[in-house]
T-cell receptor
Framework: GENVEQHPSTLSVQEGDSAVIKCTYS??????FPWYKQELGKRPQLIID?????GEKKDQRIAVTLNKTAKHFSLHITETQPEDSAVYFC????????????FGTGTLLAVQP | GAVVSQHPSWVICKSGTSVKIECRSL??????MFWYRQFPKQSLMLMAT?????????EQGVEKDKFLINHASLTLSTLTVTSAHPEDSSFYIC?????????????FGPGTRLTVT
């Protein structure tokens, strides 16, 4: 079935360093890949997304890269700040009758001041 | 824009009772809404896709007779957990897709914390 793998499960960085989270998806037909930030007890917040016709997208300190051939996509956060600490989820769209999102297992990012 | 609300934000119920959770799109119409369940320190697991005016599509392993979904209008979907048991205690989150805006983006509600005692 459809599957999204996400690594690492936890990531600790020093403030100002970069953080990279990687995901792999199984459905080669997937064409939409969002990234969400979730703080404890809160709703997931979309931070960036990318479609399959684009290889990279950047929004200030956040960037996402996509390698369709390898079915990999990654989130890059530069100049990390303590407020970036949260759980990050990648997701891949599974095309079908409902166009549903399948989520990765999550990465707990801790930015040490 | 694209605001989704859920009610209640938290609920405690006794084992064996039923609980209804509402998901509303406040400023847009949503033909499709999604219901997720999230256990502590785990990912969002899609339970079912709610389609306005038709039967919901349930994911494999989700009991449709236990998790009743009704999507009676373009702005409201409800999830009823019937005969709740402690193992149903979880964070339930809905999301909706904006019909007019199109695209694939889902807008998430704030979630409902269910505790079954």
């Amino acid at each position: 079935g459809e599957n999204v793998e996400q690594h690492p499960s936890t990531l600790s960085v020093q403030e100002g360093d970069s953080a990279v989270i990687k995901c792999t998806y199984s459905d080669s037909a997937s064409n939409y890949f969002p990234w969400y930030k979730q703080e404890l007890g809160k709703r997931p917040q979309l931070i960036i997304d990318i479609r399959s016709n684009v290889g990279e997208k950047k929004d200030q300190r956040i960037a996402v890269t996509l390698n369709k051939t390898a079915k990999h996509f990654s989130l890059h956060i530069t100049e990390t700040q303590p407020e970036d600490s949260a759980v990050y989820f990648c997701a891949a769209l599974v095309l079908g009758a409902t166009n549903k999102l399948i989520f990765g297992t999550g990465t707990l990012l801790a930015v040490q001041p | 824009g694209a605001v989704v609300s859920q009610h209640p934000s938290w609920v405690i119920c006794k084992s064996g009772t039923s609980v209804k959770i509402e998901c509303r799109s406040l400023d847009f119409q949503a033909t499709t809404m999604f219901w997720y369940r999230q256990f502590p320190k785990q990912s969002l697991m899609l339970m079912a896709t709610s389609n306005e005016g038709s039967k919901a599509t349930y994911e494999q392993g989700v009991e449709k007779d236990k998790f009743l979904i009704n999507h009676a209008s373009l702005t409201l979907s409800t999830l009823t957990v019937t005969s709740a048991h402690p193992e149903d205690s979880s964070f339930y989150i809905c999301s909706a897709r904006d019909v007019e805006r199109g695209g694939y983006e889902q807008y998430f509600g704030p979630g409902t914390r269910l505790t079954v005692t």
